[in-house]
């Protein structure tokens, strides 16, 4: 079960520097799926942190999040951002093929132009990340901290794994 981001007490305010990516800090927590119940008792919790700049795009965080949970075969996904993690009416960031279909919540942005410094993220928030609109992968993000000095190194990074990551297809568990 995914914990609520952790409220700071009154926190120096992020100076964005022009210019300068910030470095966010993501816990992404699978917060649904096909599962099996054996799987789930072994692996209560799971999540994978994530270091990324804030001027790599939605686009980047997916693929970062697939490689992170071992996921190998690639599926329709978009990023919600209301008031919980699985929120289809809130803004929400979707592929450039599913962005002009005429829906009626029309997408907020692409994420292959969305980047994390664009979108307006602040430390505490949560948003929803939706991957395999078939069997509906539930993940909730939260933004965990935001750094002004970006270190040197390739990023995204995965700096922490909790469980192990379930089979893409429950099949395969078994």
């Known amino acids: 079960m995914p914990t609520k981001p952790k409220k700071k007490a009154a926190a120096k305010p992020r100076l964005h520097r ?16 096909p599962i099996t119940e054996k799987f789930a008792k072994k692996n209560p919790v799971i999540s994978r942190t994530i270091q990324m700049r804030g001027d790599q795009t939605l686009e980047e965080l997916h693929h970062a999040i697939f490689d992170a949970f071992g996921r190998y075969d690639e599926h329709m996904y978009e990023f919600q951002f209301g008031k919980a993690p699985m929120d289809p009416k809130a803004p929400r960031y979707v592929l450039p093929g599913a962005y002009d279909l005429g829906e009626d919540n029309p997408p907020a942005g692409r994420v292959d132009e ?61």
């Open 114 to 174: 969305a980047t994390l410094d664009s979108i307006g993220l602040k430390e505490g928030r949560s948003f929803g990340y939706w991957f395999d609109f078939g069997d509906d992968w539930w993940h909730q993000i939260n933004v965990e901290a935001i750094d002004n000095k970006v270190p040197t190194g390739k990023f995204p990074k995965v700096t922490k794994r909790v469980g192990k990551s379930p089979p893409q297809y429950a099949e395969e568990d078994e």
């Open 18 to 33: 022009p210019g300068q990516p910030c470095l966010f800090t993501l816990e992404v927590f699978l917060i649904g799926g």
